[in-house]
């Protein structure tokens, strides 16, 4: 039985509406992770109350931005492992489990799950497509790291999890990065091993899809990723990510 210890980090901003949700289905997790971490990027509504009334460790003063809050998360955590989760996000109760049992293959540097959209607009379609991006992306821009590699391309909501001695080693994300802070990660970390999709599913809130319409927000996406590969510069692709709660 592996007994390294899991950390959870979830970075918030104004997550009031979905986070009693998801800190909810971490305390059905079997087992249980040794440590949640919200990471705040300074949220005007009751998040922060919310967090600490699940007696969890709540950081803030946070410089806002995904990527530097779940960077300043994983250097604080304690656990042996980090699992990045989204606040909007639920996971099997055996998460924990699964996590442990990927990272047990020490040719693994980097894993994730995979992302199912749910909610008033969810579409199947959307759904494909948001699962054959972690494959056709690396395929498009770095052919021969995915086959010679198997590099994927994991994006938030497909919770992210590694060691955080490899985490720590690769550098970690950037914080200077405002949008694919994910696939930047992924790239660091196939330097150290195999990027792996696990066959399991997550759920994720279709609140961007709904508010943007199912054709927008393929658009956007897409736009964003090959953008990314051919260097478009990040600011100027963040400024198509509207922040939606």
Not at 26 to 45: F, H, K
Not at 104 to 121: C, D, H, N, T, W
Request: hydrophobic share 40%.
């Amino acid at each position: 039985m592996d007994s390294s210890s899991v950390s959870v980090i979830i970075p918030t901003l104004n997550e009031e509406h979905t986070l009693p949700t998801v800190l909810g289905k971490l305390r059905e997790l079997d087992p249980q992770p040794e440590e949640i971490i919200v990471v705040d990027g300074g949220s005007e509504d009751r998040t922060t109350n919310i967090a600490n009334s699940f007696k969890i460790k709540v950081l803030e003063g946070v410089k806002v931005g995904r990527s530097a809050q779940l960077h300043y998360g994983a250097q604080r955590a304690s656990g042996d492992y980090l699992i990045f989760l989204h606040a909007d996000t639920l996971v099997p109760q055996d998460l924990v489990s699964c996590v442990k049992h990927t990272l047990s293959q020490s040719e693994v540097s980097l894993g994730g799950f995979v992302a199912i959209m749910r909610g008033s607009k969810t579409r199947q379609w959307f759904t494909f497509l948001n699962y054959i991006k972690t494959y056709l992306c690396p395929l498009f821009y770095r052919p021969m790291s995915f086959f010679r590699k198997s590099l994927k391309l994991l994006f938030g909501d497909q919770v992210m999890f590694c060691r955080k001695v490899d985490y720590l080693k690769a550098g970690g994300f950037d914080t200077d990065m405002e949008i694919m802070e994910e696939a930047d990660l992924c790239l660091k970390m196939n330097r150290l091993g195999r990027v792996k999709m696990v066959h399991r599913c997550v759920y994720s809130s279709d609140r961007r899809v709904a508010a943007w319409g199912f054709w927008k927000a393929n658009r956007v996406y897409w736009y964003i990723a090959f953008g990314w590969a051919f260097g478009i510069k990040n600011d100027k692709l963040a400024q198509l990510y509207t922040k939606i709660r």
